[in-house]
């Protein structure tokens, strides 16, 4: 089984917002997929189903952005699932709207949620999907990341959000995620 967690902020004021990039793009897989997102349990919500014979498990956590470790641990424990079937979609400031990068491990880059998910899983080793949200020019970065995209950033976020869909279907079908790093980045 294949684990799938958007990182995002819990209650209607932060949808969508910038911060919660990595719910927008897990709720598209999931619209695109058919996966219901409505059981709630161990601080998450989530749904599962099969793709093309592999069974995938999309997570938002039902925490806020800074405790994302406290539901994604014990569910990767409950189902006994390893690193290698674990992927991360979250926002990105230090990227341009638009642009997508994935990595297999790395810091946490000043990301509260991944700080967060490192924190549980006692390891930086795991995959991630980190979408461009651009940095604030005007504003401070609380009011950016928890602002909407403009207008104008608004069709480059969609862009990356089908390319984070599509490179997510890819890791569901199999392909080593380093060869998956060098075609979408």
């Known amino acids: 089984m294949k684990m799938i967690v958007g990182l995002g902020n819990i209650?209607?004021?932060?949808?969508g917002t910038r911060h919660n990039t990595g719910f927008s793009?897990?709720?598209?897989?999931?619209?695109?997929?058919?996966?219901?997102?409505?059981?709630?349990?161990m601080e998450a919500k989530f749904g599962s189903g099969v793709i093309d014979g592999e069974k995938v498990m999309l997570v938002e956590p039902l925490t806020f952005m800074n405790e994302s470790g406290r539901a994604v641990g014990p569910l990767m424990k409950?189902?006994?699932?390893?690193?290698?079937?674990l992927v991360v979609v979250y926002d990105d400031m230090d990227l341009p709207?638009?642009?997508?990068r994935l990595r297999n491990h790395?810091?946490?880059?000043?990301?509260?949620?991944i700080k967060s998910l490192?924190?549980?899983?006692q390891t930086d080793k795991f995959n991630r999907v980190r979408v461009g949200t651009g940095h604030p020019t005007k504003e401070s970065v609380v009011d950016y990341v928890l602002g909407k995209f403009t207008t104008e950033q608004k069709p480059d976020?969609?862009?990356a959000a089908d390319n984070s869909v599509a490179a997510l279907e890819d890791f569901v079908a199999?392909?080593?995620?380093?060869?998956?790093?060098?075609?979408?980045?």
């Open 78 to 85: 409950y189902f006994k699932l390893s690193l290698e079937d």
């Open 97 to 100: 709207v638009g642009k997508i």
């Open 25 to 41: 793009v897990v709720d598209k897989f999931a619209e695109k997929h058919d996966i219901d997102l409505s059981t709630r349990k």
């Open 157 to 159: 976020f969609d862009k």
């Open 11 to 15: 209650g209607p004021q932060y949808d």
């Open 118 to 121: 490192i924190a549980h899983l």
């Open 174 to 185: 199999g392909k080593e995620f380093s060869r998956l790093e060098n075609k979408y980045n």
């Open 106 to 113: 790395g810091s946490a880059g000043g990301h509260n949620g």
